[in-house]
C-alpha cells in the first residue's frame, strides 16, 4: 500500500463525533468575532451571505487540519515507535570496521577490560587492569606491556592461535549473544517500554532477547536475558547488559555490562603506537635502511 493509499483509508477510519450544540456555540462565536471586525467595511445586507461563506471555509479548514493530523501521525509519530528487527543489528554490526569495547562487573564503576578491535588494521588489543596485550596478526606476534613497566614481551603466536582470533573479530566482535542470527532458536526479542530503562542511555531504543540456554557441564539450563540499548540512527548497541536465571520463578540477576564506542582505524592505531612506541611496525611501515658504506 503507498502512503497516499494508507492516509486515505486512515481518514475513513476516522469517526470523529460533535454535540450539535458544541458546533453551533463554537461557530456563532467565530462568527461573532470576525463579523465584528468586518462590520465598518461591510453593509448589513451581506451579512446573512457571509455567515454562510464563513460556515464553509470554518469547515474546509477543519477538514484541511484532520488531514494534516493524521499525515503527522503517519509519518513522524511511525516512524519514532518503529521497531528495530534483532537481524538489523546483526546487519549494522556487520559493516563495522573499528570498535572498543568496556566490560563492567557490577557494582564497580571501572571496566574490568577495554578491548579494541580492527578489522581495518587486523589487530585485536586488550587492557586487563595495567597490562596490554596486542595480538598483531599481520606481524604474527603477541606483545605485553605493563603500565608500571616500559619493558615490553615479543612472542609468536602459532597459525592456530591466529585463526582464533580472526574468528572471534569477524563474529560481530563477540557483541550479540549468537554468533549467528539462524542459531537463534527458542528465544524471544521485544521492545522494552519502561521510560527510566530508556533514559538510561539517551538517543537509544532498548530491547531484550530471552532464551534457555543449557550448561555446558551439566544437564541443567538456565534462562538468559540480553538488554540492548540501540543507537536509533545506527542501529549499533551502544549499551548491552547481561542477565541470568536458573529457575523461571527467580528475579533476573544483573551479571555484567559492555559500553560500546566505534572509534576510526586511525584512532585505535594512536593508541596502539602509544602504548607500545616504536617495538609496533605494521606492514606497510618503512624499514629503517642505513647510509651505505663507501667501498
Known amino acids: 500500500m503507498n502512503p497516499a493509499d494508507q492516509i486515505e483509508r486512515t481518514i475513513e477510519r476516522l469517526h470523529i463525533t460533535t454535540r450539535a450544540e458544541t458546533d453551533k456555540r463554537i461557530l456563532d462565536d467565530a462568527f461573532a ?34 488531514v494534516i493530523v493524521v499525515v503527522f501521525a503517519l509519518f513522524f509519530g511511525t516512524r519514532v515507535t518503529e521497531t528495530v528487527a534483532l537481524n538489523e543489528i546483526y546487519e549494522a554490526l556487520g559493516k563495522v570496521e573499528n570498535v572498543c569495547i568496556a566490560t563492567f562487573l557490577p557494582p564497580a564503576n571501572e571496566p574490568v577490560q577495554i578491548e579494541w578491535v580492527s578489522q581495518t588494521l587486523n589487530i585485536d588489543m586488550v587492557r586487563f587492569g595495567e597490562q596490554f596485550v596486542l595480538w598483531d596478526i599481520p606481524n604474527k606476534v603477541k606483545m605485553i606491556r605493563y603500565l608500571s613497566s616500559d619493558s615490553i614481551t615479543t612472542t ?25 542470527i539462524s542459531d537463534v532458536s527458542g528465544a524471544r526479542w521485544s521492545r522494552v517500554e519502561e521510560s527510566k530503562v530508556a533514559a538510561a542511555v539517551s538517543g537509544t531504543k532498548v530491547y531484550e532477547l530471552t532464551w534457555p540456554q543449557k550448561e555446558t557441564n551439566s544437564e541443567a539450563i538456565e534462562l538468559r536475558k540480553w538488554r540492548v540499548f540501540v543507537d536509533i540512527h545506527t542501529n549499533l548497541p551502544k549499551r548491552a547488559e547481561h542477565y541470568f536465571k536458573l529457575r523461571p520463578q527467580e528475579e533476573y540477576k544483573f551479571e555484567m555490562f559492555e559500553v560500546i564506542t566505534y572509534p576510526s582505524g586511525g584512532e585505535i592505531q594512536a593508541l596502539i603506537h602509544k602504548t607500545f612506541g616504536s617495538a609496533l611496525r605494521q606492514p606497510g611501515d618503512p624499514e629503517y635502511i642505513g647510509t651505505p658504506q663507501p667501498n
Open 156 to 180: 609468536a603466536i602459532t597459525d592456530e592461535m591466529l585463526a582464533k582470533v580472526e574468528q572471534a573479530a569477524g563474529r560481530r566482535f563477540g557483541l550479540v549473544p549468537f554468533s549467528d
Open 33 to 66: 468575532a470576525l463579523e465584528k471586525s468586518a462590520q465598518k467595511q461591510s453593509p448589513d445586507v451581506g451579512r446573512n451571505a457571509r455567515r454562510r461563506t464563513l460556515r464553509i471555509r470554518i469547515a474546509e479548514l477543519a477538514a484541511v487540519a484532520a
